[in-house]
Every structure is written in C-alpha cells, then in structure tokens.
C-alpha cells in the first residue's frame, strides 16, 4: 500500500500541531516555562518499542529546553535511545512515579498501557503542582479533572 503525498503532509501537521498544542497549555498553566520542571512520559514514537524515529517527544523536549524548562523524562524502553539524542541535557527517571517527583508539570506523549494505570494520587502526592497535560487522551478526564488541573488534547477537545 502506497501512502498518498498529501496524507503524509497533512498527518505530519497535525501532529506538529498537537505537540505546539501540549507546549501551549503548559505554558498557559505555568505561565512560563524557565525554571519550570517538566515530566515527559514517554519518548518512543509509539508504545511497545525504542523506536524514536520522528518521535513526538523529541521536538517537545527540544522546545522545554529551548525556554529554559528542566526536563525529567521516562519510556519503559527507549531511555537508552534517547540518552543518544538528549545526552544529559536532561534527567532520565526509573519508573512513571519517579519522573514525576517534584515536578510542575506533566505531559504525556506515548500512551503506554503503564501510562493508562495512573492514579490522580500518583500526581498529587508526587508533583509540586499537580498539573497533567494527556497529549494521547489515555487518562480518565471523569476520575482526574476533579483532583488535579488536567487537560486532555486530540480529538474531542
């Protein structure tokens, strides 16, 4: 099966979209992101690989780096690829619930089935701010909204 030019093109904007969509509400929440300090769960493209070939997470982590952010990130299996990438311009946590530890911010960019199991508690007892931003609408917005500042991006919003 061939891809269609214009289908690549137009599924290639829209992600960029979406990811200057996760950037935008973080910077609306934070006010801004110097001095800030981000989670990013999830580094491979997609769940279930180290692939970070054109991996969202990149252009989003470049960006909280670029606007002075401290960056915490976490993949069940794509650390060491991004090690490649990123180096130690950021931290690179154990587990979901340690990236999360004394942070302002949380995003999520690969939807993971460990992403799915979170808890609201997770984020309130571990985050200095309890803000999630769900880039892959993986999380319940009934069971989160009403315990932490959460905004879910992608269709439906």
């Known amino acids: 099966m061939t891809t269609h030019p214009s289908y690549s093109k137009q599924s290639k904007k829209l992600t960029k979209t979406k990811q200057n969509t996760q950037l935008k509400k973080a910077k609306e929440k934070l006010t801004e992101l110097k ?6 769960l999830g580094l491979a493209f997609k769940p279930d690989t ?4 054109e991996a969202r997470s990149i252009p ?3 960006q909280l780096l670029t606007e002075g952010a401290d960056v915490t ?5 794509a650390v060491s690829n991004a090690k490649s990438i990123f180096g130690d311009k950021i ?8 990236c999360l530890n004394d942070t302002d911010c949380c995003i999520i960019v690969t939807e993971w089935q460990e992403f799915k199991k979170l808890k609201p508690e997770d984020l309130t007892k571990n985050m200095r701010t309890p803000i999630l931003i769900d880039g892959r609408r993986i999380i319940n917005p009934e069971e989160f909204s009403n315990k932490l ?3 879910a991006i992608g269709l439906g919003q």
């Not at 001095?35 to 990013?40: L, N, P």
């Not at 180290?50 to 070939?53: K, L, N, T």
Request: proline residues 3%.
């Open 35 to 40: 001095g800030k300090r981000i989670a990013v």
């Open 60 to 62: 989003i982590i470049n």
């Open 149 to 151: 500042n959460f905004t």
């Open 50 to 53: 180290d692939d970070m070939r």
């Open 91 to 98: 931290k690179y946590a154990s587990s979901a619930i340690n």
């Open 73 to 77: 990130a976490y993949d069940p299996v």
